[in-house]
């Protein structure tokens, strides 16, 4: 052979040893390869673990060994024949022997810093080393063959030519076969991620008894978490086990469940070296990941989602639960109350974003640069539901839009099914914390004590479920009230019912003030459910919305009116009506008959009982949202609980009552001594407590707080609802104290935000407008003096009201010639006997014995009308008034009654509220059928002027009001005296 005639005879079988040792790398590989080859044969190639190569990565590998042997062979061989002809045999073989060591551990270097399970990459680098060794050595080193002995010469071959058959075409050969197969792998075999997820997708039921179950409950949920390939996102998914999963009631005839982590493939190699292993051993123990063949990063989320969604499809489940694994569900109430909501059709619930568009401020978490204007309704990412139907929906084939925002996703593809989300503020995306939360995210463990465990142990503890974590920002569609950062500051609002939504143009909040107004409220509606039929639905009255809003007005009644009704509540309504003939009286009681007011409705006056229990208040929606619900709903536990809920109940329905309809609030033990001033300023009155304890909360350093005994606003404020979120939830609820829903609730609420709520119409009144005794002074104005009559005037000079305190005075007798017995003798209709101690047989017409004529140097009548409790020259109010009392004396009368008046005054004029200009004599005919309710109303409206200021005016007058009422007919001679000096501010 060849190179037995170029090699000295001697060396011959050393040089045959030399070739066999140069091959012994590539042998080692393909023995290697092999085994491994046949040790992986049911493994993938896209392995999540970087210790699974597949066999067809190994036969490749085996084809690089080959080709590295065969080229390593022809370089020896080549070195063989040249180092003998230049050098001396000894020094050759030294050299050779010293290459070929080197050689060797070169192979064992890369084959060790590529892992022993990468079997292409090692012998793909060592080949492309010795190729570019070999084309050195044909294109620069070849020689003739001279040797020491004689030799045939053989001719010189071209070196191009060489190349191309020994370097090239070898290496393009093993190259494409390379190619070729690993393109089919990755066609033909799925990845390891949907091996996975189709292994896993044979049935839901694997480990758990949940799962087990699952296929024959009654209400049967999927739970979706979306994790990824991060040590965070590893160790999330460990907490997730450790905590909120063990919140999930055990399986039974009623609710099963199952969960999957939703992760892709890994985003780089880096991450799949760092954490196949872990995830590996992860799917090994606890079998609940779904691994999809789709990217992990952020920027696919959305097509993971869908990806999981496509997977969930296949299986029978009621609702599919979403959620992410930096989320704590309370999957306790979750499993709850997707018991009760049963199976469902077109189910979609979550924190609902309505008409958003893409805003600038990020945090809002509602930009989206991908869809141009109004974004279709959606849900906050952080935790929804579906029900089955809508998952088919979702999943169904056809093209489709895929955003940066897998939530928004869900709103573009169900928007054309016209699906509208069901709003659950309870689910929150920010770093907020509310008590009744049912999805909270905790975002990244940055605390020894993870957050997850510490929530779980309030949980299971008990506790308030954000006990020990941050409560200082505003959640989404909560109360703002001591808390930072108004959401309103971001340009949203909040329905109650419709969800986030960009706040309408001029409702944003004016510099300087720190809480919300005034809430949208729903209208009447087409089809109002009525609950007092023509007046009040269970959405709003037909007051509410116009300028007749103050007429409504509200009490409370809950306790036994056989026992407990005094004349002293009658009195309280009587004088109400006396000033505010038109007024409508709406008392919410669980005891009174419908009947009970006959007397007063029989004469035209509106007085209604309206009705109401646990049930009925569920069933009206009288609440603010789910906390308030949840309050309401635990009513028989509270009234158990503790001595006061009576008081709490009463506190409560004010709240709602004047937030849905609006309107003036009054205690059953408040008279009234003249209307205010005006039927457009909203107020509430305010006391003094001598209490050292109150001084933490009462609103100055006199000690004022607010009492809500008596307060008018129109429909809407938005404190009442903070107030009752505040207060009447049940993490918040001390049924042990005695004014934490009233005065309390009240004076903390306005003092917090007293400079934006007085800038929006808020009215504090001062304490002789409604209180003008104490509660350790009210027993006075029972007791009888001489000078009632002028403590009466006076009262009525400063103030509107006097409130009794019935919790003190309810058991103590109203004296004879006291100031309350004087007031009802003054204000008293004496429709029912039980009112004035006896009842009136014929209507009598009563009235002042004088008119005094305030006039004041520095306001004008103008300025006095607008004030809340100025008491306007001139007109017939307060202790001024002019009204009809007392019962007709036959009901037949009461459908033939006809009315009249007639007023005349010698020197200045009269007006009415129907004939506006003055004049010295007006006369008002009623006509037929007129009830005592008209005709006071009417009266009502009298007003006195003096003479014109450029006519001398003696300071006296004289006016002659005369009254046809059926049979009546009486007359009032009343003197016109003119004072100087008084205001009435």
């Not at 393909?30 to 190994?58: C, E, F, G, K, T």
């Not at 109010?877 to 036959?890: E, K, L």
Request: glycine residues 6%.
């Amino acid at each position: 052979m060849y190179y037995i005639q170029d090699v000295p005879v001697q060396y011959l079988h050393l040089s045959k040893a030399l070739r066999v040792l140069c091959l012994f790398p590539a042998v080692w590989g393909v023995y290697n390869h092999l085994v491994q080859a046949h040790s992986v044969d049911n493994r993938y190639a896209r392995a999540i673990d970087p210790m699974m190569s597949s066999a067809l990565d190994n036969y490749v590998g085996v084809l690089w060994c080959l080709l590295s042997g065969l080229w390593t062979f022809w370089l020896t061989n080549s070195l063989i024949r040249r180092w003998f002809i230049h050098y001396e045999p000894r020094p050759a073989m030294i050299r050779l022997f010293t290459l070929g060591t080197f050689y060797w551990f070169s192979v064992l270097f890369f084959v060790s810093y590529f892992g022993a399970d990468e079997p292409i990459w090692p012998w793909m680098v060592v080949c492309a080393i010795l190729a570019v060794i070999q084309v050195i050595q044909i294109a620069h080193f070849r020689v003739k063959g001279h040797y020491k002995v004689e030799v045939k010469e053989k001719p010189r071959r071209d070196s191009r030519s060489l190349i191309y058959r020994t370097v090239l075409i070898p290496g393009g050969i093993v190259s494409f076969i390379t190619m070729v197969m690993l393109l089919h792998q990755n066609n033909m075999r799925p990845s390891t991620a949907e091996a996975i997820a189709t292994g896993g997708a044979t049935s839901i039921s694997a480990t758990s008894d949940a799962k087990l179950i699952i296929g024959v409950a009654q209400v049967q949920v999927l739970i979706i978490i979306l994790s990824s390939w991060s040590p965070k996102a590893f160790q999330r998914r460990r907490e997730i086990r450790e905590t909120t999963l063990k919140l999930t009631p055990p399986s039974s005839s009623k609710f099963a469940y199952t969960y999957k982590f939703v992760l892709g493939e890994a985003p780089s190699s880096h991450t799949r070296n760092a954490m196949g292993a872990k995830i590996s051993a992860e799917i090994r123990k606890h079998d609940d990941l779904l691994l999809l063949p789709v990217s992990d990063t952020q920027e696919n989320r959305g097509f993971k989602l869908f990806k999981a969604l496509e997977w969930s499809n296949r299986f029978k489940f009621d609702f599919l639960c979403k959620t992410d694994d930096d989320v704590f569900v309370r999957w306790d109430t979750v499993a709850e109350e997707l018991m009760v909501q049963g199976p469902s059709h077109y189910y979609w619930r979550g924190l609902a974003f309505r008409n958003m568009e893409p805003i600038a401020n990020s945090e809002t978490k509602v930009k989206n640069m991908d869809v141009a204007g109004i974004l279709p309704p959606f849900v906050a990412h952080t935790f929804y539901v579906l029900s089955r139907d809508i998952v088919t929906l979702l999943t169904y084939p056809g093209p489709r839009i895929f955003t940066r925002h897998e939530d928004q996703n869900i709103g573009l593809w169900l928007h054309a099914f016209n699906i509208e989300p069901v709003h659950d503020r309870r689910i929150q995306q920010w770093d907020v914390c509310e008590n009744d939360m049912i999805a909270k995210h905790v975002g990244d463990v940055s605390k020894r004590l993870e957050p997850m465990q510490e929530m779980y142990r309030n949980v299971v503890a008990n506790k308030p479920l954000c006990t020990g974590f941050r409560q200082d920002r505003c959640a989404l569609c909560y109360s703002c009230y001591n808390r930072e950062r108004h959401w309103k500051d971001l340009g949203l609002d909040c329905d109650s019912v419709q969800g986030v939504i960009i706040m309408k143009t001029g409702g944003e909040l004016e510099e300087g003030l720190t809480v919300d107004i005034k809430d949208a409220m729903p209208s009447l509606g087409k089809n109002p459910k009525w609950i007092i039929p023509g007046i009040v639905s269970d959405k709003s009255s037909i007051f509410s919305d116009n300028e007749g809003w103050a007429r409504l007005h509200w009490a409370i009644w809950t306790t036994d009116p056989a026992t407990t009704w005094q004349a002293r509540h009658y009195q309280a309504i009587e004088s109400l009506l006396v000033h505010n003939p038109s007024a409508v009286l709406i008392i919410l009681s669980n005891t009174l008959p419908a009947t009970f007011f006959a007397d007063y409705t029989r004469q035209g006056y509106q007085i209604h009982i309206m009705a109401f229990s646990k049930e009925l208040l569920l069933h009206r929606e009288w609440f603010f949202g789910p906390e308030t619900q949840g309050w309401l709903q635990r009513w028989d536990e509270w009234s158990q609980k503790g001595p006061y809920f009576p008081v709490h109940l009463a506190d409560y329905l004010r709240l709602v009552a004047i937030y849905k309809y609006g309107g003036l609030y009054m205690d059953m033990d408040a008279l009234w001594l003249r209307a205010p001033g005006d039927g457009i300023t909203e107020f509430i009155g305010s006391d003094v407590s001598d209490t050292e304890s109150d001084l933490a909360w009462t609103l100055d350093e006199k000690n004022t707080y607010l009492a809500n005994g008596v307060m008018r606003f129109r429909r809407g404020r938005a404190m009442f609802k903070h107030i009752a979120n505040n207060v009447f939830t049940a993490t918040n609820y001390d049924s042990d104290c005695f004014n934490c829903g009233g005065p309390k609730a009240f004076t903390t609420y306005v003092k917090t935000h007293r400079t934006s709520l007085e800038k929006n119409g808020l009215h504090v009144l001062p304490r002789a407008a409604l209180y003008p005794y104490s509660w350790k002074e009210v027993s006075t104005a029972l007791e009888k003096t001489d000078k009632a009559e002028e403590k009466i005037h006076q009262l009525e000079e400063r103030g509107i009201g006097l409130h009794l305190y019935g919790k003190v005075t309810s058991r103590k007798e109203i004296e004879e010639d006291s100031v309350v017995a004087t007031a009802r003798k003054i204000w008293g209709l004496g429709l029912s006997s039980a009112a004035l101690g006896h009842r009136f047989s014929s209507p009598r017409l009563q009235g002042p014995k004088t008119l005094y004529y305030h006039v004041s140097p520095t306001l004008t009548a103008a300025a006095l009308k607008d004030s809340l409790l100025a008491k306007v020259p001139g007109a017939f109010i307060g202790v001024d008034a002019v009204f009809v009392r007392g019962a007709q004396s036959s009901s037949e009368e009461l459908v033939l009654r006809k009315a009249s008046i007639s007023i005349s005054v010698k020197e200045g004029s009269i007006s009415t509220d129907a004939s506006g200009a003055g004049m010295h004599k007006i006369q008002l005919d009623l006509g037929h059928a007129v009830t005592m309710a008209q005709l006071n109303l009417a009266l009502s409206g009298i007003r006195y002027s003096p003479p014109n200021t450029r006519i001398a005016w003696a300071g006296t007058d004289q006016i002659v009001i005369l009254v046809e009422f059926g049979s009546m007919k009486e007359q009032l001679d009343i003197p016109v005296v003119r004072r100087e000096g008084r205001t009435t501010s």
